[in-house]
């Protein structure tokens, strides 16, 4: 089957405020529970780790160096 750039991860540039699309895609894993997350729902990530974070509870885990 092919894929189109909705089906494919995004690669970022996870910036203090926002971020940039380095390479097209409709989601970005999870950094710890690896689940995807759209784009447009995309809230929580780490400029510093250049990771992003499917909720605010995980974001604060892994900061906190929990998970």
């Known amino acids: 089957m092919l894929m189109n750039s909705s089906d494919k991860t995004a690669k970022l540039y996870y ?13 970005v894993l999870c950094a710890v529970t690896g689940e995807p997350i759209a784009l447009q729902e995309l809230r929580y990530w780490s400029a510093e780790r250049q990771e992003a974070y499917a909720s605010p509870e995980i974001a604060t885990r892994r900061l906190l160096g929990i998970v």
Do not use: A, N, T
């Open 15 to 27: 910036g203090p405020s926002s971020f940039r699309v380095l390479r097209p895609g409709s989601h």
